[in-house]
Protein backbone atom coordinates (compact mmCIF):
# COMPACT_ATOMS: atom_id res chain seq x y z
CA UNK A 1 0.00 0.00 0.00
CA UNK A 2 1.39 3.53 -0.90
CA UNK A 3 -0.03 6.63 1.08
CA UNK A 4 -0.48 9.73 -0.58
CA UNK A 5 -0.77 13.37 1.24
CA UNK A 6 -1.30 16.27 -1.18
CA UNK A 7 -0.45 20.23 0.06
CA UNK A 8 -0.14 23.59 -1.28
CA UNK A 9 -3.78 23.72 -2.05
CA UNK A 10 -5.57 27.59 -1.50
CA UNK A 11 -6.95 30.33 -2.90
CA UNK A 12 -5.44 32.08 -5.54
CA UNK A 13 -6.00 35.32 -8.34
CA UNK A 14 -6.46 35.10 -11.93
CA UNK A 15 -3.16 35.00 -12.94
CA UNK A 16 -1.39 33.75 -10.44
CA UNK A 17 0.66 30.80 -9.72
CA UNK A 18 0.43 27.92 -7.21
CA UNK A 19 2.54 25.10 -6.52
CA UNK A 20 0.95 21.54 -5.00
CA UNK A 21 3.12 18.68 -3.48
CA UNK A 22 2.31 15.15 -2.92
CA UNK A 23 4.47 13.05 -0.47
CA UNK A 24 4.39 9.35 -0.99
CA UNK A 25 5.04 6.64 1.85
CA UNK A 26 4.85 2.94 2.39
CA UNK A 27 5.66 0.67 -0.26
CA UNK A 28 7.20 3.66 -2.21
CA UNK A 29 9.52 1.12 -4.02
CA UNK A 30 6.57 -0.18 -6.14
CA UNK A 31 5.49 3.12 -7.37
CA UNK A 32 6.48 3.60 -11.18
CA UNK A 33 4.35 6.40 -12.56
CA UNK A 34 2.60 9.39 -10.73
CA UNK A 35 -0.02 11.65 -11.16
CA UNK A 36 -2.57 14.76 -10.44
CA UNK A 37 -6.52 14.52 -11.35
CA UNK A 38 -8.54 17.01 -10.39
CA UNK A 39 -12.45 17.43 -10.11
CA UNK A 40 -14.47 20.40 -10.02
CA UNK A 41 -18.08 20.37 -8.47
CA UNK A 42 -20.87 18.79 -10.59
CA UNK A 43 -18.17 17.60 -12.65
CA UNK A 44 -16.28 14.55 -13.43
CA UNK A 45 -12.29 13.42 -12.56
CA UNK A 46 -10.43 14.37 -15.00
CA UNK A 47 -6.68 14.31 -15.99
CA UNK A 48 -4.02 17.23 -15.07
CA UNK A 49 -1.05 15.75 -15.14
CA UNK A 50 1.15 12.72 -15.05
CA UNK A 51 4.50 11.77 -14.87
CA UNK A 52 7.10 8.68 -15.47
CA UNK A 53 9.27 7.21 -12.62
CA UNK A 54 12.29 9.02 -13.47
CA UNK A 55 10.86 11.89 -13.92
CA UNK A 56 10.23 11.59 -17.78
CA UNK A 57 7.06 10.95 -20.10
CA UNK A 58 4.98 13.59 -18.92
CA UNK A 59 1.34 13.69 -20.07
CA UNK A 60 -0.79 16.75 -19.79
CA UNK A 61 -4.50 17.18 -19.91
CA UNK A 62 -5.59 19.68 -22.88
CA UNK A 63 -6.70 22.38 -20.50
CA UNK A 64 -3.43 22.46 -18.50
CA UNK A 65 -0.59 21.94 -21.38
CA UNK A 66 1.21 24.92 -21.11
CA UNK A 67 0.53 26.55 -17.73
CA UNK A 68 1.25 23.68 -15.65
CA UNK A 69 4.28 21.80 -15.46
CA UNK A 70 5.15 18.30 -13.63
CA UNK A 71 8.33 17.15 -11.39
CA UNK A 72 9.41 14.65 -8.71
CA UNK A 73 11.80 14.45 -6.49
CA UNK A 74 12.37 10.73 -6.07
CA UNK A 75 14.75 11.21 -2.64
CA UNK A 76 11.83 12.61 -1.32
CA UNK A 77 9.03 10.23 -2.62
CA UNK A 78 7.38 13.66 -3.61
CA UNK A 79 5.76 14.94 -6.87
CA UNK A 80 5.06 18.40 -7.51
CA UNK A 81 2.59 20.18 -9.77
CA UNK A 82 3.28 24.13 -10.70
CA UNK A 83 0.27 25.54 -11.73
CA UNK A 84 0.93 28.85 -13.50
CA UNK A 85 -1.71 31.30 -15.09
CA UNK A 86 -4.18 30.57 -13.45
CA UNK A 87 -7.80 30.40 -14.21
CA UNK A 88 -11.18 30.33 -12.82
CA UNK A 89 -12.06 27.34 -14.33
CA UNK A 90 -8.81 25.44 -12.77
CA UNK A 91 -11.08 25.64 -9.51
CA UNK A 92 -11.27 22.15 -8.45
CA UNK A 93 -9.58 19.40 -5.78
CA UNK A 94 -6.45 18.43 -6.61
CA UNK A 95 -6.08 14.90 -6.36
CA UNK A 96 -2.33 12.66 -6.48
CA UNK A 97 -2.16 9.18 -7.81
CA UNK A 98 0.24 6.60 -7.85
CA UNK A 99 -0.64 2.98 -8.69
CA UNK A 100 -4.24 2.79 -7.35
CA UNK A 101 -3.88 4.90 -4.46
CA UNK A 102 -5.14 7.93 -3.80
CA UNK A 103 -4.52 11.25 -1.62
CA UNK A 104 -7.83 12.88 0.47
CA UNK A 105 -7.02 15.90 -2.12
CA UNK A 106 -6.34 19.80 -1.51
CA UNK A 107 -8.80 22.41 -2.93
CA UNK A 108 -7.57 25.07 -5.59
CA UNK A 109 -9.47 28.02 -5.73
CA UNK A 110 -8.61 30.84 -8.44
CA UNK A 111 -10.71 33.67 -8.24
CA UNK A 112 -11.62 36.12 -11.21
Known amino acids: QVQLVESGGGLVQAGGSLRLSCAAS????????MGWFRQAPGKERELVATIGSVGSGTVFGVTVKGRFSISRDNTKNTVYLQMSSLKPEDTAVYYCNALSSWGKGTLVTVSS
Open 26 to 33: GRTDSVNA
